[in-house]
């Protein structure tokens, strides 16, 4: 099987099957010989800010020496980027071999998720990594992921409102789903949570005999360099440290990074664990891209919580002023007209669009929500590439495309995490 005949194979089975539950990944890890048993992991949940705490703790771990594995979803561009090691993304002939063991094992038809989950646990034992960061996909509890039964230590970065339809329409309900990963014996960090769902977590930390952590205080910030997405910051205790990301939940991320790494005890560099997280690449969370004399922004921003974070970031910077493009689009199972509110404050020029995906939102019932919202000039481009390939001819020297990481992905191959 080549690369391009497995990732064929795994389009039969893309996302819009979900099947939440355990059962499914147990059999096709157990016919594959259970690799993600003895996996030295960290098993990352949360709304957001999960995917940029666990990119910047494997930059950590390798940097401060250690033969580091990450898995995370979903891709920009190849789901090669989902399983990497020390920054590198899996290559095309192990990916290629994975999927096919996979697809010749497999007890049952196994969803997307579950097939390319196994095929980094499987990775991950081949190349002997010293400390994998797993991220979860949806939840926690019934996702693919939750099949590590031993980790070194578990995480909940955040709780907020997304996949309503599969967690819950409560933050208690949510948190419920979140903490299902939470295992004893290992240490449980927890993000920055309101009173209810931090409730639920320590609850499920104290049932199963796991050490709980709160967040720590958010690192102090002491200079912000826009055009090439760093700010310098410190902590409590006076060290100075680079983070890799633009936006105060960087700051708090980070802080929860140097956390985990006391945690662990593993047998790191302290000043190489520094620089490893300076040099953390994880592109379209507030991603400033240079073209010419334009600059971009790209971010997610698919959800309330991550569209907040976006708005207060933008509006300090300095592209807020310089009348800025936005392309946006959004999926249609996402509280779309709430983000058509929540950008609509954010320049006075949309462009609305609709993502590479089956579940996208129609461009159009973007630009009636985003004018209702107020904002002046609303544009319609469906096709993405043609949308943003406007935003780059606009004569504006600031745009933004937000709403959806289907849609940062397609500006530009260089986006790749390598």
């Known amino acids: 099987m080549s690369c391009a005949e497995a990732l064929s194979f795994l389009d039969g089975r893309q996302e819009t099957r979900w099947k939440l539950g355990l059962s499914r990944i147990a059999g096709l890890l157990a016919a594959v010989a259970n690799p993600h048993d003895g996996l030295p992991a960290i098993h990352v949940a949360g709304t957001n800010g999960k995917g940029s705490f ?43 071999r994975h999927i096919l063991k996979l697809k010749a094992a497999e007890p049952e038809e196994s969803t997307y998720f579950e097939l390319v989950t196994a095929a980094a646990f499987m990775h991950f034992k081949q190349e002997g990594v010293e400390a994998a960061v797993i991220e979860t996909g949806l939840g926690g509890r019934l996702d693919a992921t939750n099949a590590l039964k031993d980790p070194l230590m578990t995480v909940v970065t955040s709780i907020d409102y997304d996949h309503m339809q599969h967690l819950g329409d409560t933050l208690e309900k949510i948190a419920e789903e ?23 977590l320590t609850s499920k930390a104290k049932q199963v005999g796991a050490k709980y952590r709160s967040a720590p205080p958010a690192l102090e910030r002491i200079s912000e360099d826009w055009e090439n997405g760093t ?14 990301l633009l936006g105060d939940a960087a700051l708090k991320n980070a802080a929860m990074v140097l956390t985990a790494l006391e945690l662990l005890k593993l047998p790191i560099h302290q000043r190489g664990a520094l620089a490893g997280l300076a040099k953390t690449r994880w592109p379209a969370r507030f991603e400033v891209r240079k073209e010419r004399t334009k600059r971009i922004v790209l971010d997610g921003a698919h959800n309330p919580a991550a569209m907040e974070a976006f708005a207060k970031t933008w509006k300090r910077s300095p592209y807020f002023s310089q009348d800025p493009l936005i392309v946006m689009g959004v999926l249609a199972d996402k509280e779309w007209e709430r983000l058509a509110v929540q950008a609509a404050s954010l320049s006075d020029r949309f462009i609305a669009t609709q993502p590479g995906s089956p579940r996208a939102l129609p461009a159009d019932k973007l630009a009636q929500a985003l004018r209702a919202a107020g904002a002046k000039e609303v544009g319609v481009i469906c096709e993405a590439g043609a949308a ?25 191959q260089e986006t790749v995490r390598v």
């Open 178 to 200: 979140k903490a299902g990963i939470i295992k004893g014996g290992a240490p449980f960090l927890c993000g920055e949570v309101e009173p209810l769902s931090k409730a639920v």
């Open 388 to 412: 943003i390939e406007h935003l780059r001819q606009d004569p504006s020297i600031a745009g933004a495309v937000i709403g959806s990481f289907y849609l940062a992905g397609l500006v530009g």
């Open 54 to 96: 666990c990119a910047m703790l494997a930059s950590a771990l390798t940097g401060g020496g250690l033969k580091t594995g990450l898995y995370t979803s979903p891709h920009l561009v190849t789901p090669l980027e989902r399983i990497s090691i020390d920054g590198r993304n899996i290559s095309e002939a192990d990916f290629a």
């Open 231 to 244: 700010q310098r910051a410190k902590t409590q205790g006076g060290t100075e440290v680079v983070v890799p």
